[in-house]
């Protein structure tokens, strides 16, 4: 099973944002990843993870993922032929 951990600064106040995504991504991918883990990370980090393999990092992007690119990334990555519906539109 993946799992998804997503280090944010907490002296950013970035956890609201982090718990949101972390929503999100339960929600869409109930039967493909088991756990996404929170994490306090150093200051201005905001980096997402699949099975320990950086997916998205906001310093090397200069910006946050939008829903829909995340998803996109994780479904790319755990169940490639899966319809994602109207975030695939």
């Avoid at 907490?10 to 944002?17: A, E, N, P, T, V």
Wanted: glycine share 4%; charged share 35%; net charge positive.
């Amino acid at each position: 099973m993946n799992s998804v951990r997503i280090d944010y600064c907490s002296k950013c106040r970035w956890l609201l944002r982090a718990a949101w995504l972390a929503q999100e991504v339960m929600g869409t991918f109930e039967e493909e990843v088991s756990e996404v883990r929170l994490r306090k990370a150093e200051a201005g980090t905001f980096d997402i993870y699949l099975n320990d393999a950086l997916l998205w990092s906001r310093k090397r992007e200069g910006r946050f993922p939008e829903i829909k690119e995340l998803k996109q990334a994780i479904r790319d990555r755990v169940s490639p032929e899966r319809d994602l519906g109207h975030v695939d539109r």
